[in-house]
């Protein structure tokens, strides 16, 4: 069973920044694709980045655009997002889910994941 364990959350000012990590424990390597998703009281769960550990090809929504930062170790088992630039809308619950592919055209997609993580808190203060 694939379990991810994502970590870095915290509180921050805004115009700082984080990096949450995220590491799979019997990591099956057909899950080719990692992505994470944020959500905020009240609103849907959205999709913000994601990595192909085959090709590191990387996507961004964007709203995340220029400011995140996808990336995996060199052993592929942890993906990391550097967050630069936060401001109070990154205010959120941050999740990694993997999936076996991302290449479909729906990284984005909540209901395309098959396994995730249980969460990180990032708090961003004005």
């Known amino acids: 069973q694939v379990q991810l364990v994502e970590s870095g959350g915290g509180s921050v000012q805004a115009g700082g920044s984080l990096r949450l990590s995220c590491a799979a424990s019997?990591?099956?390597?057909?899950?080719?694709?990692v992505g994470w998703f944020r959500q905020a009281p009240g609103k849907e769960r959205e999709g913000i980045a994601a990595?192909?550990?085959?090709?590191?090809?990387?996507y961004y929504a964007d709203s995340v655009q220029g400011r995140f930062t996808i990336s995996q170790d060199n052993a592929k088992t942890t993906v990391s997002l550097q967050m630069n630039s936060l401001n109070p809308d990154d205010d959120a619950m941050y999740y990694c889910?993997?999936?076996?592919?991302?290449?479909?055209?729906?990284?984005?997609?909540?209901?395309?994941?098959?396994?995730w993580g249980q969460g990180t808190q990032v708090t961003v203060s004005s």
């Open positions: 889910a993997s999936r076996a592919s991302c290449a479909d055209g729906r990284w984005a997609a909540r209901s395309a994941y098959d396994a």
């Open positions: 990595i192909s550990r085959l090709t590191a090809t990387t």
């Open positions: 019997k990591y099956t390597f057909r899950r080719n694709c």
